[in-house]
């Protein structure tokens, strides 16, 4: 069945950085888009970033464009996510999803378990 693993998460001090990974299994992860959403505390989900399967197009939130950077590889199954420059604001439960088919406009149709990122001095 189909399994997204998140890892990385941790405590972060403003203006630092980490990575998140989603190891994936149980379907074929190059034809299909991935994408990155987050849940701050009292909020919403918002939808944090996306990469079509092969890689040739990608998309961020305003609130995170020019600090994370999206990557997958698809040998290994991998999403990962680098965030640089972090601030307070981007404190959230971190969730990896896979979308419904090749682009990351189509929806999702599984989650991952979430990897808590808390950045704080």
């Known amino acids: 069945q189909v399994q997204l693993v998140e890892s990385g998460g941790g405590l972060a001090q403003p203006g630092g950085s980490l990575r998140l990974s989603c190891a994936a299994s149980g379907f074929t992860f190059s034809t299909y888009a991935m994408s990155w959403a987050r849940q701050a505390p009292g909020k919403g989900l918002e939808w944090v970033s996306g990469m079509y399967s092969d890689g040739s197009d990608t998309y961020y939130a305003d609130s995170v464009k020019g600090r994370f950077t999206i990557s997958r590889d698809n040998a290994k199954n991998t999403l990962y996510l680098q965030m640089n420059s972090l601030k307070p604001e981007d404190t959230a439960l971190y969730y990896c999803?896979?979308?419904?088919?090749?682009?990351?406009?189509?929806?999702?149709?599984?989650w991952g378990q979430g990897t808590q990122v808390t950045v704080s001095s």
């Open positions: 999803a896979k979308n419904l088919g090749s682009s990351f406009y189509g929806g999702y149709d599984y």
